[in-house]
């Protein structure tokens, strides 16, 4: 029994450092340029889209002042590494009737460093 629970533990530990330790968060900085022209990631700051600072590991729909669709609110979501890889690869999938226009990244290695960067820039 206790050898299960630590194992379990392990697993977590894994998948909630591993998960985004293989991003690299310079190459993420330019992946943000995508982002760029509805998105900062300075507290407070909404454009087009609400800011992204400590987005990752933040339930969905939670940015003060930020005038959400019923469908992101309604989607109960956390921002985790796997909710983010399949938001970023296709938004209106993950959740249908959103309003981010995106056509979402085709390359894994481009979500786990852009979320490599969105973590670093909320750490500052
Ligand atoms: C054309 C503008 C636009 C672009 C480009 C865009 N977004 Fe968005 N994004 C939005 C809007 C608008 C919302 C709010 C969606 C809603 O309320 O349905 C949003 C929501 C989000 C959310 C949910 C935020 C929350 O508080 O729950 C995340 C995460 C996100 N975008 C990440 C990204 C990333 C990363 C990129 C670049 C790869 C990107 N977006 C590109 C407009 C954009």
């Known amino acids: 029994m206790k050898r299960m629970i630590i ?11 591993g998960a985004w330790a ?11 340029k995508k982002c760029k022209a509805c998105h900062t990631v ?12 400590g987005i990752v590991g933040a ?14 609110l309604e989607a109960g979501l956390t921002w985790d590494a796997e909710t983010l890889r399949a ?3 296709k938004p209106k999938e993950l959740v249908p009737g959103n309003k981010m ?10 979500i786990d460093d852009l979320i490599a960067y969105l973590v670093a820039e909320s750490e500052e």
């Open 22 to 32: 293989e991003g690299d968060a310079k190459a993420g900085k330019k992946v943000f």
């Open 7 to 17: 194992g379990a533990a392990l697993v977590l530990g894994a998948f909630n450092t």
């Open 101 to 110: 226009s995106f056509a979402g990244l085709k390359k894994e290695q481009q």
């Open 59 to 72: 339930q969905a729909g939670q940015v003060d002042g930020f005038k959400y669709s019923p469908a992101l």
């Open 42 to 53: 300075k507290e407070g700051k909404n454009k087009v889209g609400p800011t992204l600072y």
């Open 87 to 89: 938001f970023l690869t």
